[in-house]
């Protein structure tokens, strides 16, 4: 299983991002999905997940300003990043669901 995340970039505040996980090996429309982050110095936190039925949820921290999405053709996971802070300055890591698969990560950082 490989999971290909990119997208990362340097981005302003205020600005937008687009997060990719290209999977491969599993079909993301047949796993619950999430990604995670991991700022400096701190513990990887979950963001964003989508089950296997499409259904999202988002955590406390990100809510309202992410969207997790899916193209299933493209066996692809989006992360849809608004209204960026720096504070979301991190690692963001897509993952399997309850299968310990983890991508390498792309790197997000916001200037203030």
């Known amino acids: 299983v490989q999971l290909q995340a990119s997208g990362g970039g340097l981005v302003q505040a205020g600005g937008s991002l687009r997060l990719s996980c290209v999977a491969s090996?599993?079909?993301?429309?047949?796993?619950?999905m999430g990604w995670y982050r991991q700022a400096p110095g701190k513990q990887r936190e979950l963001v964003a997940t989508?089950?296997?039925?499409?259904?999202?949820n988002y955590e406390d921290s990100m809510n309202g300003r992410v969207t997790i999405s899916r193209d299933d053709a493209k066996n692809t996971v989006y992360l849809q990043m608004n209204s960026l802070k720096p504070e979301d300055t991190a690692v963001y890591y897509c993952?399997?669901?309850?299968?310990?698969?983890w991508g390498m990560g792309t790197l997000v950082t916001v200037s203030s």
């Open positions: 993952s399997v669901l309850y299968a310990g698969y």
């Open positions: 090996g599993i079909f993301v429309n047949f796993n619950d």
């Open positions: 989508i089950t296997v039925g499409g259904t999202t």
